[in-house]
């Protein structure tokens, strides 16, 4: 009985891991192919702009965390945002680009 019950513990346990890697992976191919369909864009660029957002997202999250001033953070939320719509522009059309980058963040690079 004993024997049984940690058996079934131990499957659960690897179904659950092994479905949350799924999801994460179904996640990022979901993104992707919005990427290749709203930008007309190859899977290989699309997988650059996930990236890319990706990281500006855990950023921009680790940010939120570590500062509580506010023009600081403010600051480097400019910063982060300036870094970010760089190396897209670097891999993107300026049609493209006016999809992806708000026309806030757009108005205010214009006026630096």
Known sequence: MKAKLILIIVL???AKIGYGQTKTDSLKTAR???YTSQLAVPAKTATKV???MDAYKTEAK???VK???QKVLRAKFDSL???KNQKLAAILTKEQLAKMV???EI???GSQ
Request: hydrophobic share 40%; charged share 20%; net charge negative.
């Open 67 to 69: 500062n509580s001033d």
């Open 12 to 14: 659960t346990l690897v």
């Open 102 to 104: 708000p026309t806030t």
């Open 32 to 34: 992707v192919n919005y």
């Open 81 to 83: 945002i300036t870094a």
């Open 62 to 64: 680790a940010l939120m």
């Open 50 to 52: 996930d990236d890319i």
């Open 107 to 109: 108005k205010k690079a």
